[in-house]
């Protein structure tokens, strides 16, 4: 099954949750990533944190969403917006009419103070990101009917983490 992940600039969070899910579900799941203003660039934060946690980024990119509008791009089955500019934007019609979630992750690039708590922005927004993608991948697809399954993915999108539950 393909996913796409999707956020404004494809900097940060949707790179992330490209990564963890080409982690976690291999063999099931492709993971993809784009933004609809993309920056063209990954966050040096989330780079070094995908590279610290060993996590492939050799053929991450920044690219556009519109790389997955096209009759020749992977079919999608999945389309995950991962913050809150790109849940609130008009997004393009999918081919194939993935079903669409929205799991609104802070966005640690705009983390202010010194560089490590900066940085644990990054690592939070990758827990959270984990931890539903985790979720997403064990689900028993072949059991759930489609509502059924939209149902869950909302579900995913609002899970509290440890941390935010303490926050709180």
Not at 18 to 41: C, H, N, T, V, W
Not at 65 to 79: K, Q, R, Y
Not at 118 to 139: C, E, G, K, P, T
Request: with cysteine; hydrophobic share 40%; charged share 25%.
């Amino acid at each position: 099954m393909n996913v796409l992940f999707l956020c404004t600039h494809n900097s940060a969070r949707s790179i992330i949750a490209e990564s963890i899910i080409k982690f976690l579900g291999r063999g099931k799941f492709k993971g993809f990533s784009a933004g609809s203003q993309p920056s063209g660039e990954i966050h040096p934060f989330a780079l070094d944190l995908l590279k610290r946690l060993n996590y492939d980024t050799r053929n991450l990119s920044s690219k556009s969403w519109e790389e997955f509008t096209s009759a020749d791009a992977p079919p999608l089955d999945f389309v995950l917006t991962v913050c809150d500019d790109a849940a609130k934007e008009t997004c393009p019609i999918w081919l194939g009419q993935p079903m669409t979630v929205h799991w609104g992750v802070p966005d640690p690039s705009s983390a202010e103070g010194r560089e490590a708590e900066r940085r644990h922005a990054f690592a939070d927004a990758h827990r959270m990101l984990y931890q539903r993608i985790s979720i997403f991948v064990n689900l028993p697809f072949e059991e759930l009917d489609e509502l059924a399954l939209q149902k869950r993915l909302d579900d995913i999108g609002r899970t509290e983490t440890a941390s935010s539950k303490q926050d709180a």
